[in-house]
């Protein structure tokens, strides 16, 4: 009970900014992709539940992710919590094989540059892009999507807190998603 | 996909290029496309070495093994894929609680008997006549939420066998004489395709097993074992009549095994070679049956059900979502 009265962004922010301070939950940059795509996966995830890697969907995303933009990128590691990709223009790069996973992308993107605008000060532009289809977005942090990655924050520590995951609903991603089998198997 | 290779001659078994071959003692070379494969299973006298072992380990294929009596004598799993702490400590947990064990005991209890009354209701239409056996059945059934251990649990399953291999010799030829389950070592034909039946099963369970982060030794109806993967038990115990029964009634029933198949030792009788192959093939055709699966929405063979039920377990034990045992609906 004291420990839901403080709201769950501030103790991130504040348990980010100190290093000496534990986190209090695990927030990657791929839950909030979860988040908007399927919460129950996202409590999956949160438990390390792994399903079969080799479905389809998962190894085409992980090869246009490992390819696009190859000689324009940096890897850059973050406090341990995020990993970006930096262009050679400054911006922060996130790369999606397919459009439809462009607001879950773009969420993730903006996460990120919460986070560093929030915890190390740095004020950067997003880069959403679909190599595929040869599209690219910019994405910034304004008042308006900072409170659409905090209330994502509140979001994602209620769905990875809980003692059970939201009970399976069916979606259309359902059928290229690696839990489909577990979720339906009753 | 998923398909197993059964290897009934002795020699030897190695990589060649990017396939296994296996050279028979009589110098006749075989090769096995493993790159679907789930699993090979070895019945035979048969020499690998290490290069062979780290080839299926890297294609992710497990090796059964079997020995004298056809008793399933141990499996070379591919390295763990799957590990998941959170898994274990639940499996644990469940295990450890005397309720909870006792409601997933009573769970693989109520769908083996339901399996079994599934075998025995399509026998009893067709001019057989099981009134007695299904109804003592049903009551083992509905006496399972009466039980208060698991001990109790067991013996309900017990009863439910017995009464269910009762059904045996009259569904079978009077050549083949049952009379009631034996093994260590099976005394006549019927126990020995059982044993042999329920062997291939429990292998095929443990490789299901392995495809989750469930630990194959932590069980609920059966104690846990130190030799056994007593979690291979349980599930097996709802499988046997769907895969291995049907199997034993349809080639015994049509001529296809005949008592030239078996082969007397002393005190024991045990599938030769040649019945070996002929269970094994029907085996694994009846694997490969196919049915349309409500849930999933998409045929599904009778393989992956094991999967499935692998999976079913694991999301209940992770997520406390009902465990519904394996029914056959159809």
Redesign the interface.
């Known amino acids: 009970m004291t420990e839901s009265s403080t709201d769950p962004v501030d103790r991130f922010l504040a348990a980010a900014r100190d290093e000496t301070e534990e986190l209090p939950f695990r927030l990657t940059g791929v839950m909030f992709q979860y988040y908007v795509v399927c919460e129950r996966e996202l409590w999956f995830l949160s438990?390390?539940?792994?399903i079969?890697?080799d479905t389809p969907a998962i190894v085409r995303g992980s090869d246009v992710d490992d390819s696009a933009y190859a000689d324009k990128r940096r890897d850059v590691r973050v406090d341990g919590i995020i990993a970006i990709d930096v262009l050679d223009s400054g911006a922060i790069l996130e790369v999606k094989p397919s459009s439809s996973m462009t607001e879950p992308a773009r969420l993730q993107l903006l996460f990120y540059l919460w986070y560093l605008d929030r915890v190390t000060g740095v004020e950067k532009t997003g880069v959403l892009a679909h190599p595929t289809e040869k599209r690219r977005e910019t994405v910034e942090l304004t008042p308006e999507t900072s409170a659409e990655v905090e209330s994502a924050i509140r979001g994602i520590r209620d769905v990875v807190s809980a003692?059970?995951?939201p009970?399976a609903a069916e979606k259309p991603v359902c059928d290229s998603c690696a839990y489909?089998?577990?979720?339906?198997?009753? | 996909m998923n398909d197993n290779y059964h290897v009934f001659s002795d020699g030897r078994i190695e990589r060649h290029d990017d396939t296994v071959r296996v050279i028979t003692d009589d110098g006749e070379k075989k090769y096995l496309p493993v790159e679907n494969a789930e699993a090979i299973f070895l019945h035979g006298q048969i020499e690998y070495n290490t290069r062979f072992v780290s080839f299926l380990n890297q294609e992710g294929v497990a090796v059964h093994v079997f020995g004298w009596h056809d008793h399933y004598a141990g499996s070379i799993m591919p390295k763990r894929?799957?590990?998941?702490?959170?898994?274990l400590v639940d499996q644990v947990r469940a295990y450890d609680d005397p309720a909870h064990r006792l409601e997933l005991a009573q769970a693989f209890v109520d769908g083996s008997i339901h399996n079994m009354r599934a075998n025995v209701t399509y026998y009893d239409g067709r001019g057989y006549d099981f009134d007695d056996v299904l109804a003592e059945l049903t009551e083992a059934r509905s006496s399972l939420d009466r039980m208060e251990t698991v001990d109790e649990t067991m013996g309900v399953e017990a009863r439910a066998r017995k009464a269910y291999y009762s059904t045996f010799d009259e569904i079978l030829p009077d050549e083949f004489v049952f009379g009631g389950r034996q093994y260590d070592p099976p005394n006549n034909e019927v126990n020995s395709l059982i044993s042999f039946g329920n062997s291939l099963v429990y292998a095929n369970v443990v490789s299901a097993i392995r495809?989750t982060?469930l630990d194959p030794t932590v069980s609920f109806l059966h104690e846990p074992g130190e030799r056994r993967y007593s979690l291979a038990l349980d599930i097996a115990d709802l499988f046997k009549p769907l895969l291995a029964d049907r199997v034993i009634f349809r080639l015994v029933n049509r001529g296809q095994l005949t008592s030239d198949d078996f082969e007397d030792e002393m005190n024991s009788c045990l599938l030769n070679e040649h019945g070996r192959k002929t269970y094994s093939k029907a085996y694994e055709e009846t694997l490969d049956e196919t049915i349309e699966h409500p849930?999933?929405?998409k045929k599904v063979s009778y393989q992956y059900l094991l999967?499935?039920?692998a999976?079913?377990l694991?999301?209940h034990l992770?997520?406390?979502?009902e465990y519904?045992p394996f029914q056959r609906w159809w």
């Open positions: 438990r390390d539940v792994e079969d890697r003692d059970s995951p009970p489909h089998d577990f979720c339906w198997s009753c | 894929g799957q590990t998941s702490g959170q898994t495809a982060a849930e999933l929405g999967r499935v039920e999976y079913k694991k999301k992770l997520t406390g979502e519904v």
